[in-house]
């Protein structure tokens, strides 16, 4: 039996493998930036660079391929049987099963792949800040939007096991176009990308002359701009981040009407601005979400584990599956 897990969590910028013991301790982390190579077999740059990663992290600890098992998250569609279908935001993996090729890199390996807000949930589900509520969704903000459906104490997966894709729920059927192919998904206003469109339409349309006086030019203001002079205070960049907040919110509403969970957990790199984030998203749900104040309360909380939840989560799965 495997006293360690290593989990990985494959995003659209960077990789970030864990080295888990079974407390739920992490002992050892290690990232680097997620390859795009379009003219590659699918998913074989993102395989060779999470082999590296599992290899790096397993013999700086002394360990071989058979003292650990590894999961994986990986963003996109992944269905029952370990393919990833459709990765908008790595296109360069849609189509792989990337344990399959994994295990071509390594025989003795032992590998699962899951998708990445699924692997988040379990993280906050089991240990985290979602710890003792039996309905939550787990809603990870990065280049996009993930999701991760716990639902009276089980990850939803639907029939395909495509379930949780919240980021591609269509919240304005006129809006910017999506790397999904549709128009005006979720992920295209609440996610880092959205903080970025927004902050350079704000700047455009005249609303940021600090940040646009700093930054040199409307063109140069960047999302981390606006959190950090939402951060400290700045009047302009938190008018920016309410707004963020409002579509957050909205996303937030429908799911609520949906599925009828009063328990978020917001996770991701964008959650590094959640203490501005989540008050503005709290602030607009109520009016948002069907029956309002007439239903239970709604809570929006940080994740506790932060970008780390996907590659935990991904951890303790491999624990659950692959080493009971």
Partial sequence: ??????????????????????????????????????????????AEVVHDLVKSV????????????????????????????????????????LAASLRALDPNVRVLCENDADCAAVAEYQLGAGRGCDDMVMVT?????????I?????????HGFAGEIGHMVVDARGPRCPCGSRGCWERFASGAGVARLAREAA???????????????????????????A????????????????????????AAILDCSHFVIGGG???ASTLLLPAA???IASLVEGGPLRPPITVVASHFNERSGAIGAALLAFERLAP
Avoid: Y
């Fill in 270 to 272: 964008l959650s590094e």
């Fill in 1 to 46: 039996m495997s006293e360690v897990a290593i989990g990985v969590d494959v995003g659209g910028t960077k990789v970030l493998a864990v080295l888990l013991d079974r407390r739920g301790v992490v002992l050892d982390s290690e990232r680097v930036l997620t390859p795009h190579v379009a003219e590659r077999p699918a998913g074989d740059a993102a």
């Fill in 151 to 159: 639902s009276h104490g089980e990850l939803l997966r639907g029939r």
């Fill in 58 to 97: 397993a013999s700086r600890n002394n360990l071989s391929s058979a003292d650990v098992v590894v999961g994986v998250g990986l963003p996109g569609m992944m269905s029952r049987d370990g393919v990833l279908v459709f990765a908008p935001n790595l296109p360069s993996a849609s189509g792989a099963n």
């Fill in 141 to 149: 903000l990065g280049t996009g939007i993930g999701g991760g459906i």
């Fill in 282 to 284: 709290q602030r607009h």
């Fill in 232 to 255: 400290a205070g700045l009047g302009e960049a938190l008018d920016v981040i309410d707004e963020v907040g409002w579509w957050l919110a909205l996303g937030l509403a429908n799911l």
């Fill in 204 to 230: 455009t349309a005249g609303r940021l002359p600090v940040l646009v006086s700093q930054c040199g030019g409307s063109e140069l203001v960047r999302s981390e701009d606006i959190t950090l002079a939402a």
